[in-house]
């Protein structure tokens, strides 16, 4: 919810409507300490329940939500409240969390069988990729603030390149299950969304990196960058269609009589009760990615002059915050449901 609610304020703020995205700031701003609080509970109260957690490979991916979401949070701070300092604080909790639930999946990995690794691998997973390159956005921001040198770009660079690294060796595991497995549509889970938003955090953090990318570096560096992000941009792209696709038939499925309004805008079940209910806690999978590209598409078009992205960033921004706030209106129907 945090990292979904920050990458559209931050939409919406490079698109020139302030007013919304100062709106999601404050609400994410009320949300982040409030989960923050929730997970040092967690840590305190329930140490072994957790840590027993984050011994099972296919619930230690989730934990890396903490890390993109701070990191989210630390930008948001730096484009509206130049907290520079408080955000480096983000960065460190969030570089360090990382440092932690990535030991543990590693570990996790190496003692279990090879084939129970792989089949334990779904979009969820791609928060590797998510939380890594989360680390480079905000530190990318940070060095406006900090003395710049060439070696901490480097450093930065490197997590870039590593994130991109972590996509292909996950992707590739996700097409196979998707393609050519027999996928049954009942598996279908809005975070197979990330496929689509890993790529497209990736373009926006390359974007950030050539806007902050030294002249001493930049014939080594400059093209290479420029190269991976435009294609990482143009992979995300084709991804759209699919998950449209995807999500339409998963959430018309099932269904005695298809309203007309279901028809026209499937998604609006995310915000129904009763037989039409769409929402589950994994519907806040697909936000993240939709606010994602928009932001990406925009600061793609910023650094290569092509304008007709910015048309696509405008119109697009519009779906992502309406699934945003359609999926927030099913969270809070679901906790009154549950009390």
Same mark, same amino acid.
């Given at each position: ?100 639930? /990535?030991?543990? !999946?590693?570990?996790? #990995?190496?003692? &279990?069988?090879?084939?129970? =690794?792989?089949?334990? %691998?779904?979009?969820? @997973? ?49 097409i196979r299950h998707l393609f050519f497995n027999h996928f049954a549509l009942k598996n279908w ?55 449209? /696709?995807?999500? !339409?038939?998963?959430? #018309?499925?099932? &269904?005695?009589?298809?309203? =007309?309004?279901?028809? %026209?805008?499937?998604? @609006? ?31 793609l078009a910023g650094i290569s002059g092509y304008h007709l992205l910015e048309s696509m960033a405008?119109?697009w921004c519009w779906f992502a915050l309406l699934i945003w706030l359609l999926t927030l209106i ?10």
């Amino acid at each position: 919810m945090v990292m979904a609610t920050g990458i559209v304020s931050i939409a919406f703020d490079t698109l020139g409507f302030e007013a919304i995205a100062k709106a999601l700031l404050v609400l994410n701003l009320l949300l982040y300490p409030v989960f923050c609080s929730l997970f040092a509970a967690r840590i305190v109260f329930f140490t072994r329940d957790l840590i027993a957690e984050l011994r099972v490979l296919s619930r230690s991916w989730l934990f890396l939500a903490f890390v993109a979401g701070t990191n989210t949070v630390g930008v948001q701070l730096i484009l509206f409240t130049q907290e520079n300092s408080l955000a480096s604080v983000l960065w460190y909790a969030a570089f360090f969390a990382w440092l932690i639930f /990535i030991s543990f !999946i590693i570990f996790n #990995t190496l003692i &279990l069988p090879r084939s129970s =690794a792989v089949n334990s %691998i779904c979009g969820t @997973t791609l928060l590797l990729t998510v939380s890594t390159v989360s680390i480079v956005l905000l530190g990318s921001q940070l060095l406006d603030v900090t003395d710049e040198n060439t070696w901490r770009f480097l450093v930065l660079w490197g997590i870039w390149i590593l994130g991109c690294v972590l996509y292909l060796f996950t992707i590739h595991l996700i097409i196979r299950h998707l393609f050519f497995n027999h996928f049954a549509l009942k598996n279908w889970q809005p975070s197979y969304w990330i496929c689509m938003g890993a790529l497209a955090i990736i373009t926006l953090a390359g974007s950030e990196l050539l806007a902050h990318l030294p002249r001493s570096l930049y014939d080594a560096l400059g093209r290479a960058t420029s190269d991976i992000s435009f294609f990482a941009w143009a992979w995300g792209t084709l991804w759209i269609a699919y998950l449209l /696709i995807m999500d !339409i038939r998963k959430l #018309t499925c099932g &269904l005695d009589s298809t309203a =007309a309004w279901i028809k %026209i805008f499937p998604w @609006t079940r995310l915000a129904c009760k009763g037989q039409y209910r769409a929402y589950d806690i994994e519907a806040w999978g697909r936000v993240f990615p939709a606010g994602m590209y928009t932001a990406c598409t925009f600061s793609l078009a910023g650094i290569s002059g092509y304008h007709l992205l910015e048309s696509m960033a405008f119109y697009w921004c519009w779906f992502a915050l309406l699934i945003w706030l359609l999926t927030l209106i099913g969270t809070f129907s679901s906790l009154v449901d549950d009390r």
